[in-house]
């Protein structure tokens, strides 16, 4: 699967109970991402994709991502972690460069496992700069 996460400088998901990714350029630039394939997401984060111009993505709704995705889908991560991320082949983070108290952290140290790929600074609706970092699997 293809991981998908949005983070504050600390790796954090969500602070005081409100999500890190709300921004809605990110979520336009996900739906481009995921164009052809299946994105999973989790209940709690369907409000992100309601009356968005999804035209070929498949979004699936479910609280057991992890054990449905396949391969080569796409898993967009808020308010549930993986327990790691031994099935994950890519790694796409999106960073709010900015410091926030965290009521739930990324927390892997994927350095080991994952080499930067990309990386680039999107202009996003929320903030000016937000980096989109994408990372592979080491071989």
């Known amino acids: 699967m293809k991981l998908i996460v949005c983070l504050e400088n600390n790796n954090g998901v969500i602070f005081n109970k409100r999500r890190v990714s709300s921004d809605k ?4 630039k996900i739906i481009e991402l995921t ?11 369907q409000e ?12 699936v709704i479910s609280n057991s991502i992890f054990k449905k995705a396949g391969e080569s889908d796409y ?3 808020e308010n ?4 790691n991320l031994d099935d994950c082949s890519e790694l796409i983070i999106f960073r709010w460069n900015r410091d926030y108290p965290s009521d739930l952290k990324f927390d892997f140290d994927f350095s080991d496992s994952f ?3 990309s990386a680039k600074i999107i202009k996003g609706n929320s903030h000016d700069e937000i980096t989109e970092e994408h990372y592979t699997r080491k071989k």
């Open 75 to 77: 898993v967009f991560v």
């Open 25 to 28: 350029k990110v979520t336009k």
């Open 48 to 59: 992100l994709f309601v009356d968005k111009d999804i035209k070929s993505t498949l979004i």
């Open 115 to 117: 080499e930067l790929s």
């Open 80 to 83: 549930i972690m993986p327990e």
């Open 35 to 45: 164009q052809g394939k299946k994105l999973w997401i989790s209940y709690y984060t």
